[in-house]
């Protein structure tokens, strides 16, 4: 099965876990739940996955890698205890707590999330004397006297053998408590998440030519030669920050995350052509709708690779744009939430002084900031959710000076400076969108008049479905021009994911 596969059997297994009966207990005993074992090759994203679904499913993660850990690290140190039976004394060993255990303990005293996910990464390392102990972890999840708490899943995940030295194979007894899920690398189903994720263009439009490139380990006579989903990914975060500070992209650089001689020179080599059509479309010129005879024609009379690679430089120049506008509008949402709550506060207001209304920002900002940081800690946030924690905040601490600045300590006088800076925001939010919706119909023409409604405007279409932020955009703002082609070439898989946030922002 493919990671996506994988990824939906894990979350149906948790919840399915996770269920409890009209008394609150738990409907699978935590001793007849098997833990889940992901089976795959390094690097297709099986600890990214765990990740996902804990934000997903909003409850904590605990990840440990097992190599590193001895049956002393694992079961705890031994200790003397003195105990006394039938009127007689002894000395019994016994074992402090686990350190994985107590790392659970921890988390949920940190975060106050009761329900998680105990992942054991590399869990077919272990070494040899921790071994039987693990076959008794999974089966009744302890180790040595101490059990994992109620509401917490176990899940695994390990190499097969031809990928790593250090793996013992499981024999059958111990796979009878696990369930099992094999992995493979799949470039269409990575695709989907790279689009998200915001892949390099340069990246996407050179394995969409080249899917072999992909993923790739191999033994050669100059050693081991591998290219992983999680190169690539690493690969395109230091590109773009590379573009950035106008370092060079070249062979060096990619050759540190593409450990594939001929892979890497060949993107090397696509990369600077990649680079070579951004300037020569003058794409910026093209969403402007500023396109000349001269940059058609051209386009029209490309091979298809060259096609591609303008979709892709396209996509990349309005996706960047719509993704900052949908982040915007979502930390605005957010931000509404908490002013609607901060006016009723205000209001109740009797008495007040030169410091009342900025000791009330500063507890809301306090207390957003210590929500942040209870889902940092549980690893149950995605970076988006973060930076609209961190916009809310940094709102609030700006409209705290602003309202010092203009000495309007009055409760009433306050407000309505924050709601004039607020509504600032929003003003200049839509003006953006107005933009970019503008942007989206000059892509549209441009791709219609040079390739009409060929595999260029499928290509067009289909990204802009898949991504997250661009189908939010369009839900929200429409595009005549895209409900065409999408209706054409029956792209129905997001609408109804995408229709749930079509209310507009007031206060």
């Not at 040899?128 to 006297?145: D, H, I, N, R, W």
């Amino acid at each position: 099965m493919n990671i996506q596969e994988a990824k939906e059997q894990i979350e149906r297994a948790v919840k399915v876990y996770l269920m409890k009966d009209d008394y609150g207990n738990y409907r699978i005993p935590i001793e007849r739940q098997r833990p889940v074992f992901l089976l795959g090759a390094p690097g297709i994203g099986k600890t990214a996955i765990m990740e996902q679904i804990a934000q997903d499913l909003d409850i904590a993660l605990v990840s440990y890698s097992m190599t590193h850990h001895t049956r002393q690290s694992a079961l705890g140190l031994p200790f003397i205890s003195h105990k006394k039976y039938q009127g007689t004394e002894f000395d019994v060993s016994e074992y402090t707590m686990s350190e994985i255990i107590a790392s659970v303990y921890e988390m949920m005293e940190k975060t106050g999330k009761k329900e998680g996910i105990l992942f054991l990464d590399e869990i077919n390392c272990v070494s040899e004397t921790l071994a039987p102990s693990m076959l008794q972890f999974l089966q009744y999840k302890t180790f040595g006297k101490h059990r994992i708490p109620q509401g917490w899943v176990v899940a695994t995940a390990g190499n097969p053998p031809q990928f790593n030295r250090s793996v013992r194979e499981f024999d059958v007894v111990t796979m009878d408590r696990l369930k099992v899920l094999e992995v493979e690398a799949d470039y269409d189903t990575w695709r989907k998440y790279a689009v998200n994720r915001g892949i390099h263009g340069s990246i996407l439009t050179y394995l969409d030519i080249k899917k072999k490139d992909f993923y790739l380990i191999e033994n050669t006579v100059d050693g081991k030669s591998y290219v992983t989903a999680r190169g690539w990914e690493d690969l395109s975060e230091t590109i773009s920050l590379y573009e950035e500070n106008d370092f060079p992209v070249d062979e060096t650089l990619i050759s540190q995350y593409i450990r594939n001689k001929r892979i890497f020179r060949e993107f090397a080599a696509y990369y600077d052509l990649y680079q070579k059509y951004k300037k020569d479309y003058r794409i910026h010129q093209i969403l402007s709708g500023a396109d000349d005879g001269e940059i058609r024609g051209r386009a029209k009379n490309a091979g298809f690779d060259e096609r591609l690679s303008l979709i892709s430089l396209l996509l990349d120049a309005v996706q960047a744009d719509i993704r900052e506008n949908v982040e915007q509008e979502d930390s605005l949402r957010k931000l509404l939430l908490t002013l609607k709550n901060l006016k009723n506060t205000l209001g109740e207001v009797a008495q007040w002084d030169d410091q009342t209304v900025l000791n009330i920002l500063r507890a809301n900002w306090e207390s957003l900031q210590q929500m942040l940081d209870r889902e940092d800690e549980a690893n149950s946030i995605s970076p988006t959710e973060r930076k609209e924690y961190q916009k809310v905040i940094d709102t609030l601490q700006a409209d705290a000076k602003a309202i010092h600045m203009a000495g309007a300590h009055r409760p009433q006088d306050a407000f309505a400076l924050i709601k004039e800076r607020f509504d600032h925001e929003v003003s200049e939010m839509k003006s953006c969108r107005e933009q970019i919706s503008r942007k989206l119909s000059n892509l549209f023409r441009f791709v219609e008049k040079v390739f009409g409604a060929g595999n260029e405007m499928l290509v067009l279409v289909t990204d802009l479905t898949v991504n997250y932020n661009s189908a939010k955009f369009i839900s929200r703002c429409g595009c005549k021009e895209y409900e065409k082609y999408n209706k054409k070439f029956q792209i129905y898989e997001r609408q109804q994911e995408i229709a749930d946030a079509m209310e507009k922002l007031q206060i």
